[in-house]
């Protein structure tokens, strides 16, 4: 068994101004439903929630092999559990390149503050894959 | 230099959040290279498609179509962009 680990950062005032300048279809093109409402309506606190599941999508492109297939931001979905936990649901491209790499498990955390968001991904890799931490 | 390249310049000064000015990159200088982050590629993609009232089509959602301003022109083209007044 091989762990990969992801990690990525990201400023909730960036993520503020794209739901200033673009509004729906900023959220809509990048986020799931079930992450929308995940994050509630108000913008303000929305955007620390989205923040930190934008920085998961990035912290899980950074486990999987993207060379030459980069999966949609919606193929990769934050959900919380029911203990109340986030964890990583994989679809589509993302889930095949998952398949592929025999990535068996993703386990997220997520966190925020001093208005940066931050997301950490640790993924379970059956040996034999090919793919690599970066 | 066009219109279109005037107006992906344009776009990437005012979303592309880049720490160098996008007058001194060359049109196949990569952006990521000079700073793009994914977070801000996503606005520099919303932003284009309101100045060239186009949707990029999600096979067009990939890294490699926002490398650089040259990238940037052909996915353009490829979905038949022509500048649209204000």
């Not at chain 2, 776009?11 to 160098?20: A, I, K, S, T, Y």
Request: hydrophobic content about 40%; glycine content about 8%; some cysteine.
């Amino acid at each position: 068994m091989k762990i990969l680990v992801g990690i990525d950062v990201q400023p909730v005032d960036e993520v503020e101004a794209s739901i200033r300048n673009f509004g729906g279809r900023y959220s809509r093109r990048l986020f799931t439903d079930h992450e929308l409402e995940s994050c509630g309506e108000n913008p303000l606190t929305a955007a620390t929630g989205l923040a930190a599941r934008f920085a998961a999508k990035e912290a899980v492109l950074k486990i999987l092999d993207t060379r030459e297939t980069v999966p949609s931001w919606k193929a990769i979905e934050v959900r919380r559990a029911e203990g109340g936990q986030p964890e990583i649901v994989l679809s589509g491209e993302a889930s095949e390149l998952a398949r592929q790499q025999r990535v068996e498990q993703m386990s997220l955390s997520l966190s925020h503050g001093g208005g940066i968001a931050t997301a950490v991904v640790v993924a379970q890799v059956a040996e034999g894959q090919s793919g690599a931490s970066r | 230099m066009s219109d279109v390249d005037e107006t992906i310049r344009h776009v990437l000064e005012e979303h592309g959040r880049l720490p160098v000015s996008v007058a001194t990159l060359d049109d196949d200088e990569d952006l990521y290279e000079n700073g793009l982050t994914s977070h801000a590629s996503v606005n520099v993609m919303l932003a284009l498609e309101d100045a060239f009232a186009l949707e990029f089509p999600d096979a067009l959602l990939r890294k490699g179509t926002f490398e650089s301003v040259g990238a940037i022109r052909r996915a353009l083209e490829s979905l038949g962009a022509v500048v649209t007044p204000g």
